[in-house]
């Protein structure tokens, strides 16, 4: 099955095998320790394989905030099983927006 607004596959919990990330100038900032993201826009998988990258370029005391169009259930799995602790910052109609973070980062 199809997605009718972007015309693409549902994501199924894996990352395409060769799929090379889409240019992500203009959607990441950094901000002091924040690394964040406005994935609100974007196709699966392009946010769980984009965040996942992000955070193995995290330096030690930075933490990420991905903005996504809604909660991002299958990256909480992968979040899970690599010991990333997350909480929800803002959820409205307009998205959700996740604090991810390794437990020894100073919030």
Not at 55 to 65: H, R, S, T, V, W
Request: net charge negative.
């Amino acid at each position: 099955m199809m997605n009718q607004r972007q015309n693409t596959p549902p994501c199924d919990e894996k990352v395409p095998e060769g799929w090379a990330l889409p240019e992500l100038e203009g959607l990441i900032t950094i901000r002091d320790k924040c690394v964040c993201a406005d994935f609100h826009n974007q196709a699966p998988p392009t946010p769980l394989v984009a965040t996942l990258k992000v955070l193995k370029q995290l330096n030690a005391g930075q933490y990420f905030e991905g903005f996504y169009p809604k909660m991002p259930i299958h990256l909480l799995t992968h979040l899970h099983e690599e010991n990333w602790k997350w909480h929800v910052l803002e959820e409205n109609t307009q998205g959700i927006v996740l604090k991810i973070y390794r437990e020894s980062t100073i919030l």
